[in-house]
């Protein structure tokens, strides 16, 4: 593993859309943030113009059903965060106030696409502190069904090795296995959709999920084939897709992963999963490239209702 610096945005980012579940409008602004920062999310939009930051990190998963949602309903939520965390950890973006003013991301063109070409739009700035990684130490496994994921140690980088296997005719079994990086990432990766059944789509309408979906965000597939009009985007879409999910939720380890992850028919739910598992036990892992410690932080309104970090002393 090579040492690095890490990175924010050199200017502010705003998007627009709707939530691929809720069909609400969403407002998304990235903001350029401090060293030892990591993503934060700013949630605003509550009720009584109440706001809440919720850090980017697995122990704030509120759900993992058919999306990753970080928090709880109560107090405020942001759902379907990965394809955001996929384009910032597959850039090797660390520092981000992602401010958004509705419930749900909006999904743009159901990938990572539209996130990576505005990141790289703004332009990514090195900072002065080193970047940290969480080194896998020994291997964790999560099984369910006939499932698993699992990480285990890796010399350097961080490997992914994903497969699906749906009883489907279009879909069937994929593999795929790819050495993250920038480029790889946004060649291979951050272009595959999301993916649906037509034959699942009226319940899901039933449960109040699948409001926003259309052929213009998501891949919808029936039992004779692709219905988009234009197909897939790559042979091999359904599991690149999957491998963009993992690599968004991988990334609410907080840092970066050195080590290799290993996954068949997994989603959401295992991809957490497999960080609770790593995270229960010291020994598995190891904060590396550490060489500053971890700043405590707050944050002060600076007008227009922008939150800006506002730093406490060093912690020793």
Not at 91 to 99: F, I, K, P, S
Not at 134 to 149: M, N, W
Not at 212 to 218: A, I, K, R, V
Request: charged letters at 25%; one cysteine or more; proline letters at 3%.
């Amino acid at each position: 593993m090579k040492a690095s610096r890490q990175t924010t945005l050199r200017k502010a980012i705003a998007l627009t859309g709707v939530g691929v579940h809720s069909g609400q409008p969403a407002r998304l602004v990235l903001h350029p943030a401090s060293t030892n920062h990591g993503v934060v999310f700013l949630r605003t939009g509550l009720p009584d113009d109440r706001q809440r930051l919720i850090d980017a990190r697995y122990v704030h998963v509120g759900a993992t059903e058919l999306c990753t949602v970080l928090g709880d309903k109560d107090s405020g939520s942001v759902s379907t965060v990965e394809h955001l965390m996929a384009a910032l950890a597959g850039l090797g973006v660390d520092n981000v106030l992602a401010e958004i003013d509705g419930p749900e991301m909006p999904i743009l063109d159901g990938s990572s696409a539209c996130f990576v070409e505005a990141i790289l739009a703004a332009g990514i700035a090195r900072q002065e502190a080193a970047r940290r990684y969480v080194k896998v130490l020994r291997p964790v496994r999560i099984e369910h069904g006939r499932g698993f994921s699992e990480l285990r140690p890796l010399d350097r980088g961080f490997r992914l090795d994903v497969e699906i296997d749906f009883d489907s005719a279009v879909i069937g079994r994929q593999r795929k296995i790819v050495d993250l990086d920038a480029d790889t990432f946004c060649s291979e990766i951050s272009r595959a959709r999301t993916f649906g059944f037509l034959r699942d789509l009226e319940k899901l309408h039933k449960m109040g999920l699948a409001q926003g979906s259309s052929l213009e965000n998501s891949v919808a597939i029936a039992d004779d084939g692709v219905v988009n009009p234009d197909g897939l985007r790559y042979a091999d879409e359904f599991v690149r897709h999957k491998m963009l999910d993992a690599i968004g939720d991988l990334a609410l380890a907080g840092y970066a992963l050195q080590g290799e992850y290993r996954s068949y028919c997994a989603g959401h739910r295992m991809n957490v999963a497999v960080l609770e598992a790593l995270f229960r036990d010291r020994a598995n892992y190891a904060i590396v490239d550490a060489h500053a410690p971890r700043r405590e932080f707050g944050y002060a309104e600076l007008g227009a209702g922008v939150a800006m970090p506002a730093y406490a002393p060093d912690l020793t």
